[in-house]
């Protein structure tokens, strides 16, 4: 199985900052996914990382707020940008094999946002 | 639009015991993957067991087995003689093939807490 890790495991942020988590995959793989976990809340896919190209965004997330870097196979940014506290969460990265089908997460940025 | 429904948001179980957790989905494809993760306090997501819609055969980890019932969208997981460290949340996800031009998405159901008693 792929291993995967976040920088930074954890944050606190000020109001209207900006921090970008990265995520490193120890193979390359195809499908790199950010997700969001609000407080005892589920998982909510942010977005689909591309890479050489934009991200593709769900609904009710924009690439203004949530811009994401896919350079290579193995790496993934994401930036949660002029952060207010509703933005505290667990963000995870996740990446999908297809042999066989199967997806696995990072160990997550926990983000507080005073 | 795929939805998955776990209906118990808690549930106990005595060490050594079996507990049995629920999960019932809505899809309108007949191939796609059906996944369960465990999540302890440390947060970090992890693979339990995963199965395939087009297998019959009900996937087994250890003490993990699943019991799959594709006509009537349910995808329970068995639990055998729990352990202190099983305690976590558990979630249920859904997911379309890759291969078949899906973004892939994992759709999750809001969890289920189980906490495990010595």
């Known amino acids: 199985s792929a291993v995967i890790s976040q920088k930074p495991s954890r944050d606190i942020c000020q109001r209207g900052t900006s921090l970008t988590i990265q995520c490193q995959v120890d193979?390359?793989?195809?499908?790199m996914f950010w997700y969001r976990q609000q407080p005892g809340q589920s998982l909510t896919l942010i977005a689909t990382?591309?890479?050489?190209?934009?991200?593709?965004?769900e609904s009710g997330f924009v690439i203004d707020k949530f811009p994401i870097s896919r350079p290579n196979l193995t790496f993934s940014t994401l930036t949660v940008s002029n952060m207010s506290p509703e933005d505290s969460s667990i963000y995870l990265c996740?990446?999908?094999?297809?042999?066989?089908?199967?997806?696995?997460f990072g160990p997550g940025t926990r983000l507080l946002v005073l | 639009a795929q939805t998955v429904t776990q209906s118990q948001p808690e549930m106990s179980v005595q060490e050594a015991e079996t507990v049995t957790l629920s999960c019932t989905y809505d899809t309108s494809e007949s191939d796609y993957y059906l996944f369960w993760y465990k999540q302890p306090p440390s947060r970090q997501m992890i693979l339990v067991i995963r199965?395939?819609?087009?297998?019959?055969q009900n996937a087994t980890e250890n003490r993990f087995s699943v019991n799959f019932q594709k006509a009537a969208k349910s995808f329970s997981l068995k639990i055998s003689d729990s352990q202190l460290g099983d305690a976590a949340m558990y979630f249920c996800?859904?997911?379309?093939?890759?291969?078949?031009?899906?973004?892939?998405?994992?759709?999750f159901g809001k969890g289920t807490k189980l906490s495990v008693k010595p």
């Open positions: 193979s390359q793989v195809t499908m």
């Open positions: 199965q395939e819609a087009y297998k019959q």
């Open positions: 996740s990446v999908a094999d297809s042999r066989p089908e199967t997806q696995y």
């Open positions: 996800a859904y997911r379309s093939p890759l291969n078949g031009g899906s973004q892939g998405n994992l759709i």
């Open positions: 990382a591309n890479q050489g190209s934009e991200a593709t965004y």
